[in-house]
């Protein structure tokens, strides 16, 4: 089992829509969780960050953690095509991961299109 | 504030050669940690320098290599390239104290 899953989609939604985008995760040393987007050609750029469990939100989009059950999220409202990209989840454990406590673990990426 | 930067951007090699690829990370930060990228593996952690010292290191073959300079930068090195080393590798920096890590554009190697 892979530390962090992360289902890759495409998910293709109408312009407007909700886009609800997940993560699941086997390490429970893992505090530490940020979405990034990732154009195409493109490196990764920072969407959210959150420590523990908890909803974070910042304009459009919103990151939630449920520790208990392993499971990360992002929402993001109003898509629009400008936010056609792909959206990695990212892990680390922090002070929890003894020698590794800023070692991103990432998901695989979930490839998003938003139709206009 | 500037971002992270890499060069070069696209780098094309054959089997055997080796490669040198350079980072800069966002002025202040001391921490920079390289990443390699592929289609089938997604993003993987090579390494982690902090202030000239590699702090942890990831589950790459002893030809990948890395080190820093006193001002932060780093360069990454892969001796006797192999077809699978063909990757998007990324640098990411962070400050002291911080989790968040901030990447560059990414050098596109190719091994023919």
């Known amino acids: 089992q892979k530390e962090v899953e992360q289902d890759p989609g495409p998910l293709s939604v109408p312009e407007g829509a909700i886009v609800s985008l997940n993560c699941t995760y086997s390490?429970?040393?893992?505090?530490?969780f940020m979405w990034y987007r990732q154009y195409s050609r493109k490196g990764p750029e920072l969407l959210m960050y959150t420590y523990s469990s908890g909803n974070k939100e910042d304009g459009r989009f919103t990151a939630q953690v449920d520790k208990s059950s392993k499971y990360i999220s992002l929402f993001i409202r109003d898509s629009q095509p400008s936010d056609s990209a792909t959206y990695l989840c990212?892990?680390?454990?922090?002070?929890?991961?003894?020698?590794?406590?800023?070692?991103?673990?990432f998901g695989k990426g979930t490839l998003l299109t938003v139709n206009p | 504030k500037a971002g992270v930067t890499q060069t070069p951007r696209y780098l094309i090699k054959t089997r055997g050669q080796q490669v040198t690829l350079s980072c800069s990370p966002i002025?202040?930060?001391?921490?920079v940690s390289w990443y390699q990228q592929t289609p089938g593996q997604g993003l993987q952690f090579l390494f982690e320098y902090f202030s000239e010292t590699q702090r942890n290191k990831g589950n790459f073959p002893g030809r990948f290599s890395g080190r820093q300079f006193s001002n932060s930068r780093s360069e990454m090195n892969v001796s006797t390239l192999e077809l699978g080393d063909s990757a998007l590798y990324l640098c990411a920096s962070r400050s002291t104290g911080g989790y968040e890590q901030f990447f560059g554009p990414g050098t596109r190697l190719t091994v023919l």
């Open positions: 990212a892990m680390s454990a922090g002070e929890l991961g003894g020698g590794s406590n800023y070692k991103l673990t």
């Open positions: 002025s202040g930060h001391r921490s």
């Open positions: 390490n429970s040393a893992f505090q530490y």
